[in-house]
């Protein structure tokens, strides 16, 4: 089985003479990151933005500082990217296709469906045992085929 690589975001801002290495990132979140920096680029701002690897990330901290720019944190440079890592990613019915992918699950609706439905939490999906373990009632999921809500959140699954 190959080894996943580990990808990181280097971001140069060259007008504060800063640099950040964030990650590491999901290998289909990077563009989430370049697209970041394209927009403040499109804004005006002097950005330069590479994926690099984890066996690049002392070659590329070492080449920065060696040019007088300072390391920092990326929230300093460019707002970060919304995390996608929860996001649902398989196919979801016609009634759920227009659905926050980050926020749904699927349940058992109690409704006029009374039976497994596609719903959308009235957060972002935690993960499964974050979910299952929080507090009845913290999340609400609505059943996105015919609108029942619901709290029970220990039987709902992705």
């Given at each position: 089985?190959?080894?996943e690589?580990?990808?990181?975001?280097?971001?140069?801002?060259?007008?504060?003479?800063?640099?950040?290495?964030?990650?590491?990132?999901?290998?289909?979140?990077?563009?989430?990151?370049?697209?970041?920096?394209?927009?403040?680029?499109?804004?005006?701002?002097?950005?330069?933005?590479?994926e690099?690897?984890t066996?690049q990330?002392?070659?590329c901290?070492?080449?920065a500082?060696r040019?007088g720019?300072?390391?920092?944190?990326?929230?300093?440079?460019?707002?970060?990217p919304?995390?996608?890592?929860?996001?649902?990613?398989?196919?979801?019915?016609?009634?759920?296709?227009k659905?926050?992918?980050?926020?749904?699950?699927?349940?058992?609706?109690?409704?006029k469906?009374?039976?497994?439905?596609?719903?959308?939490?009235?957060k972002?999906?935690?993960?499964k045992?974050?979910?299952?373990s929080?507090?009845?009632?913290?999340?609400?999921?609505?059943?996105?085929?015919?609108?029942?809500?619901?709290?029970?959140?220990?039987?709902?699954?992705?």
């Amino acid at each position: 089985m190959a080894k996943e690589i580990e990808w990181f975001i280097f971001i140069k801002d060259t007008d504060k003479k800063l640099f950040s290495l964030a990650g590491p990132v999901q290998g289909n979140l990077v563009d989430d990151w370049i697209d970041a920096v394209v927009r403040e680029q499109e804004a005006g701002r002097e950005l330069s933005c590479q994926e690099v690897t984890t066996e690049q990330l002392a070659e590329c901290r070492t080449h920065a500082l060696r040019h007088g720019l300072s390391e920092t944190d990326s929230n300093q440079i460019i707002t970060s990217p919304r995390d996608r890592s929860n996001d649902y990613l398989g196919k979801l019915p016609n009634y759920a296709s227009k659905a926050d992918r980050a926020r749904v699950v699927q349940l058992l609706c109690k409704g006029k469906c009374g039976s497994v439905r596609w719903a959308e939490i009235n957060k972002p999906y935690p993960g499964k045992d974050a979910l299952r373990s929080s507090k009845m009632g913290e999340y609400k999921a609505t059943c996105l085929r015919c609108g029942s809500t619901t709290q029970d959140n220990y039987n709902w699954y992705r």
